[in-house]
């Protein structure tokens, strides 16, 4: 089945830098990427997602780049703003639903933004 | 438009209890999806409904099970509680069965002792 790897497990940065966050996935059949961010004792939230016949999506200071080759997935965030600090999540999918299509999440990513 | 709300917010059960946790989706969603987030975990797919039907299970033991109502709505309910059932479980809305761009609630945080 699917397995998803996410690094770093826990990021600092200085408030104004950039903030890279990897996954790599196993199954070349996966085609929906999405990226949910998860404040402390709250719900996740979806950010961003991609779909496998798109390189690169933006929207504001956020963005995520697709390489289906080496299968792996990257979320960028710019100018970060200590509202950024979350825990952020990768995910993939084979598809539309049913037991094939379910979401499998990556570990998470700890990321603080220092004032 | 109203949320994806669970109920309860926090759950105390002993080891071999039966537990039931409820949602009700997002407005307008007919999917409804439940994950269980260990601590410092990624969620981890349980099941989801679908037009009152399971469409598809994760990894979990048949004493995991669910239902959906007319409404889409769902509970789920687990027997036979084990200590590692301990975790936060997190219910997502969803349309027509997808997994696209689930809406989470705040889930229901279990503990067994």
């Known amino acids: 089945g699917e397995n998803v790897e996410q690094h770093p497990s826990t990021l600092s940065v200085q408030e104004g830098d950039s903030a890279v966050i990897k996954c790599t996935y196993s199954d070349s059949a996966s085609n929906y990427f999405p990226w949910y961010k998860q404040e402390l004792g709250k719900r996740p939230q979806l950010i961003i997602d991609?779909?496998?016949?798109?390189g690169e999506k933006k929207d504001q200071r956020i963005a995520v780049t697709l390489n289906k080759t080496a299968k792996h997935f990257s979320l960028h965030i710019t100018e970060t703003q200590p509202e950024d600090s979350a825990v952020y999540f990768c995910a993939a999918s084979r598809g539309y639903g049913g037991s094939q299509g379910n979401l499998i999440f990556g570990k998470g990513t700890k990321l603080s933004v220092k004032p | 438009e109203t949320g994806v709300t669970q109920s309860p917010t926090h759950l105390i059960k002993t080891r071999g209890q039966q537990v039931t946790l409820r949602c009700s989706s997002q407005?307008?969603?007919?999917?409804v999806s439940w994950y269980q987030q260990a601590l410092g975990q990624g969620p981890q797919f349980i099941f989801q409904?679908?037009?009152?039907?399971?469409?598809g299970r994760g990894n979990f033991p048949p004493r995991f099970s669910g239902l959906q109502f007319p409404n889409y709505s769902s509970e789920l309910n687990v027997n036979a509680l084990e200590l590692d059932d301990s975790a936060l479980y997190l219910c997502?809305?969803?349309?027509?069965?997808?997994?696209?761009?689930?809406?989470f609630g705040s889930g229901t945080q279990l503990s067994v002792l």
């Open positions: 407005s307008g969603h007919n999917t």
């Open positions: 997502a809305s969803s349309l027509y069965g997808g997994n696209e761009k689930l809406f």
């Open positions: 409904y679908y037009r009152e039907e399971e469409n």
């Open positions: 991609i779909r496998s016949n798109v």
